[in-house]
T-cell receptor, first 111, second 114 residues
Framework: TQLLEQSPQFLSIQEGENLTVYCNSS?????LQWYRQEPGEGPVLLVT?????EVKKLKRLTFQFGDARKDSSLHITAAQPGDTGLYLC???????????FGQGTTLQVKP | DAGVTQSPTHLIKTRGQHVTLRCSPI?????VSWYQQVLGQGPQFIFQ???????GRGNFPDRFSARQFPNYSSELNVNALLLGDSALYLC?????????????FGQGTRLTVV
């Protein structure tokens, strides 16, 4: 069974700081997704990466997929309070449509 | 278009009772998945249904069951509730592109078992 480990588990920073969160797997991903979940809401898909070495940007968010497709990172530049939430990585490459999630990184951005 | 809708949003039940949670997927989506999210953890897969048939099942006891209706809405049933069943239950419309699954989640049902 594939395990996804995310680090750090918790991150509390000031507005304007940069940060990086990581997602590592025990095996190769065919594809990897990042979601953000705000309190009281369901996760919202941010991005899907499929190619080793791929880099995708979404405004101040930069997503990178490792060359070996076993790890990924999410970098946020100049964090804002609206970035606060739980960031989840997930493997969506199973045949049954099942998503395997990491335990998430809880980010708090203080004004 | 409406997104994924779940009902109820909050629910309090007593140990031993049963509960039914409901989900309507995005219009046109034929696949629905259910996840359990315990506080501080990522969602755990419970079931996936496609065209009214079960296509996947996670590591949950037989007290958990689900079904999908002809209009693609779905119900999740949990019998003999335990305190440990307290969690956020998420429903997702899922779509597959090649080998990738992408999920669009509802806001969840917060179940508290006392």
């Amino acid at each position: 069974t594939q395990l996804l480990e995310q680090s750090p588990q918790f991150l509390s920073i000031q507005e304007g700081e940069n940060l990086t969160v990581y997602c590592n797997s025990s095996s190769v991903f065919s594809s990897l997704q990042w979601y953000r979940q705000e309190p009281g809401e369901g996760p919202v898909l941010l991005v899907t990466v499929v190619t080793g070495g791929e880099v995708k940007k979404l405004k101040r968010l930069t997503f990178q997929f490792g060359d070996a497709r076993k790890d990924s990172s999410l970098h946020i530049t100049a964090a804002q309070p609206g970035d606060t939430g739980l960031y989840l990585c997930a493997d969506g490459s199973g045949n049954t449509g099942k998503l395997i999630f990491g335990q998430g990184t809880t980010l708090q951005v203080k004004p | 278009d409406a997104g994924v809708t779940q009902s109820p949003t909050h629910l309090i039940k007593t140990r031993g009772q049963h509960v039914t949670l409901r989900c309507s997927p995005i219009s046109g989506h034929k696949s629905v998945s259910w996840y359990q999210q315990v506080l501080g953890q990522g969602p755990q897969f419970i079931f996936q249904y496609y065209e009214k048939e079960e296509r996947g099942r996670g590591n949950f006891p037989d007290r958990f069951s689900a079904r999908q209706f002809p209009n693609y809405s779905s119900e999740l049933n949990v019998n003999a509730l335990l305190l440990g069943d307290s969690a956020l239950y998420l429903c997702a419309s899922t779509s597959r592109t090649g080998t990738n699954t992408e999920a669009f989640f509802g806001q969840g049902t917060r179940l508290t078992v006392v």
